[in-house]
């Protein structure tokens, strides 16, 4: 059969791919302008509803802070240049001096140690802050030279005096931007709230502006983008002649406001879509002129094409468990049995990303069923966190066309694992944001955790995941 042939050629081509890239680890570390904080340590990093959290005291002495721990009320004091921040475990509220401020998460206490929101460090320190959350790596850059901007600019963050000030209306809810992502010509903003984006036309020089009124950064935002100690920062944005750059910044927080700035080599039309109701996201498209190329691959009669990815390869182990099994077999091994099973479904081609262990750049992965115009991509992976008690099951989608997926696949996945429901989840991964159909990341449980570990390296369970895989495909295709 003529698609099989292409599809097959298509797969050959992919495997064959020399190797490239870089191994994941799978414990966290903490660096400092290139230099480990964390060598040799046991690390506490964690999400906690899209804040990093990450250890309070050995980021501040390492800046040459002091540091005091008062046991009975809980409470963390920093002398910085005679500035005195003080925090208390589990209240969101903080002082630095005499003024109140607002924390995004409160301080938490993992053994010994306080655990505080990435952004806090970022900006109480004046740090850039950069989440790697594959490789989980935190990276703090002290400044060389100071920023200033023009109309990605303009933050009022008060010197750096970090946490978030309250709004005005205290009742009033802040929309929380949590990732952004440009490809195919299109500008998309994932968000959680209310806020209704303004976007406009400006020229000398060309660009377009999106205002998100009352809204401002989660530090989810920090997961692939880079955001300076006064909220600005850039994507790269590459192929794309019409589009120079994208800004973005806290625009101001007197109202609050999230703004991104698409840089313009000529004047552009676009369209705005707005889809989701509290989870959000807004998509400037700049191929306002061009319609979808939806066309089938010639000889499709009706099937569906599904594509599956197994996680890492080769030199790439991903997570490695605690009793040191990796990631890479575990999510194979799912794969190779979801994908039997799926072989016995009479309206679906199945097609892997890979078949063994071999390496496989993340861009192949997504371009491979992008090419195939492939009507679902799932991949499978096992989690790990620096904490041995974080367990569960979670699924990630990044863009908007993918929740309804996501919900079906992690009613199956949870049923499968019988792990706790760690819920649905908005993840920036490259697989997920760059393919064009559904794809949903499913996180089976935790390799960091002795109890999760051993249960996914079972026969029985990879054989309930992977037909939970094929049911919740079933379901979301109405087959
Ligand atoms: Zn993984």
Same mark, same amino acid.
């Given at each position: 059969?003529?698609?099989?042939?292409?599809?097959?050629?298509?797969?050959?081509?992919?495997?064959?791919?020399?190797?490239?890239?870089?191994?994941?680890?799978?414990?966290?570390?903490?660096?400092?302008?290139?230099?480990?904080?964390?060598?040799?340590?046991?690390?506490?990093?964690?999400?906690? /509803?899209?804040?990093?959290?990450?250890?309070?005291?050995?980021?501040?002495?390492?800046?040459?802070?002091?540091?005091?721990?008062?046991?009975?009320?809980?409470?963390?004091?920093?002398?910085?240049?005679?500035?005195?921040?003080?925090?208390?475990?589990?209240?969101?509220?903080?002082? &630095?001096?005499?003024?109140?401020?607002?924390?995004?998460?409160?301080?938490?206490?993992?053994?010994d140690t306080t655990l505080v929101p990435i952004r806090f460090i970022g900006e109480? +320190?004046?740090?850039?802050?950069?989440?790697?959350?594959?490789?989980?790596?935190?990276?703090?850059?002290?400044?060389?030279?100071?920023?200033?901007?023009?109309?990605?600019?303009?933050?009022?963050?008060?010197?750096?005096?970090?946490?978030?000030?309250?709004?005005?209306?205290?009742?009033?809810?802040?929309?929380?931007?949590?990732? &952004?992502? +440009?490809?195919?010509?299109?500008?998309?903003?994932?968000?959680?709230?209310?806020?209704?984006?303004?976007?406009?036309?400006?020229?000398?020089?060309?660009?377009?502006?999106?205002?998100?009124?009352? @809204?401002?950064?989660?530090? @989810?935002?920090?997961?692939?983008?880079?955001?300076?100690?006064?909220?600005?920062?850039?994507?790269?944005?590459?192929?794309?002649?019409?589009?120079?750059?994208?800004?973005?910044?806290?625009?101001?927080?007197?109202?609050?406001?999230?703004?991104?700035?698409?840089?313009?080599?000529?004047?552009?039309?676009?369209?705005?879509?707005?889809?989701?109701?509290?989870?959000?996201?807004?998509?400037?498209?700049?191929?306002?002129?061009?319609?979808?190329?939806?066309?089938?691959?010639?000889? /499709?009669?009706?099937?569906?094409?599904?594509?599956?990815?197994?996680?890492?390869?080769?030199?790439?182990?991903?997570?490695?468990?605690?009793?040191?099994?990796?990631?890479?077999?575990?999510?194979?091994?799912?794969?190779?049995?979801?994908?039997?099973?799926l072989k016995q479904e009479n309206n679906i081609d199945v097609v892997l990303t890979?078949?063994?262990?071999?390496?496989?750049?993340?861009?192949?992965?997504?371009?491979?069923?992008?090419?195939?115009?492939?009507?679902?991509?799932?991949?499978?992976?096992?989690?790990?966190?620096?904490?041995?008690?974080?367990?569960?099951?979670?699924?990630?989608?990044? =863009?908007?066309?993918?929740?309804?997926?996501?919900?079906?696949?992690?009613?199956?996945?949870?049923? @499968?694992?019988?792990?706790?429901?760690?819920?649905?989840?908005?993840?920036?991964?490259?697989?997920? =944001?760059?393919?064009?159909?559904?794809?949903?990341?499913?996180? &089976?449980?935790?390799?960091?955790?002795?109890?999760?570990?051993?249960?996914?390296?079972?026969?029985?369970?990879?054989?309930?995941?992977?037909?939970?895989?094929? @049911?919740?495909?079933?379901?979301?295709l109405k087959l």
């Amino acid at each position: 059969m003529k698609k099989f042939a292409f599809m097959l050629l298509l797969l050959l081509f992919v495997l064959v791919l020399p190797e490239q890239g870089h191994a994941a680890s799978g414990t966290s570390k903490i660096f400092l302008d290139d230099k480990e904080l964390t060598a040799g340590q046991d690390v506490s990093v964690e999400n906690v /509803n899209n804040s990093i959290m990450v250890p309070l005291r050995m980021i501040a002495e390492n800046l040459g802070y002091k540091v005091d721990w008062d046991q009975k009320s809980k409470t963390v004091t920093i002398e910085q240049q005679g500035k005195t921040i003080k925090l208390i475990v589990d209240q969101t509220a903080a002082s &630095v001096d005499d003024k109140t401020m607002i924390l995004t998460t409160a301080p938490l206490l993992r053994s010994d140690t306080t655990l505080v929101p990435i952004r806090f460090i970022g900006e109480q +320190f004046g740090l850039t802050v950069k989440w790697d959350n594959t490789a989980k790596v935190v990276n703090l850059i002290t400044p060389e030279i100071p920023e200033s901007n023009n109309d990605s600019g303009g933050s009022t963050v008060d010197g750096g005096s970090g946490v978030v000030v309250p709004p005005t209306d205290p009742t009033a809810d802040l929309t929380m931007v949590n990732g &952004v992502s +440009f490809s195919e010509n299109r500008l998309s903003i994932a968000m959680d709230g209310s806020s209704q984006p303004k976007v406009s036309k400006v020229s000398g020089p060309d660009r377009i502006v999106i205002d998100l009124p009352n @809204a401002t950064f989660s530090d @989810a935002f920090g997961t692939g983008q880079v955001l300076d100690p006064n909220l600005n920062g850039k994507l790269s944005v590459t192929n794309y002649p019409d589009v120079s750059g994208v800004r973005y910044s806290l625009y101001s927080t007197n109202p609050y406001t999230v703004r991104f700035v698409i840089d313009l080599n000529q004047a552009k039309n676009y369209s705005v879509d707005v889809s989701g109701d509290t989870s959000k996201l807004v998509v400037i498209d700049l191929n306002a002129q061009s319609t979808n190329d939806t066309a089938t691959l010639p000889g /499709n009669s009706g099937r569906k094409l599904v594509v599956l990815d197994a996680g890492h390869g080769a030199k790439d182990s991903g997570a490695i468990g605690v009793t040191g099994k990796y990631e890479k077999n575990f999510n194979l091994a799912v794969i190779l049995k979801a994908a039997a099973l799926l072989k016995q479904e009479n309206n679906i081609d199945v097609v892997l990303t890979r078949s063994d262990d071999t390496f496989l750049e993340l861009k192949d992965r997504a371009g491979m069923a992008n090419n195939l115009k492939a009507d679902l991509f799932i991949s499978v992976h096992a989690n790990s966190s620096a904490s041995s008690v974080s367990s569960g099951s979670e699924t990630y989608f990044q =863009r908007d066309a993918s929740k309804a997926l996501a919900n079906v696949m992690h009613k199956y996945l949870v049923q @499968a694992t019988g792990l706790s429901d760690r819920g649905v989840r908005y993840g920036n991964f490259h697989v997920i =944001r760059e393919t064009t159909m559904p794809a949903v990341l499913l996180e &089976v449980g935790y390799l960091s955790n002795k109890g999760d570990e051993s249960l996914l390296f079972t026969e029985d369970l990879q054989n309930k995941v992977a037909a939970g895989i094929v @049911a919740g495909i079933k379901e979301y295709l109405k087959l």
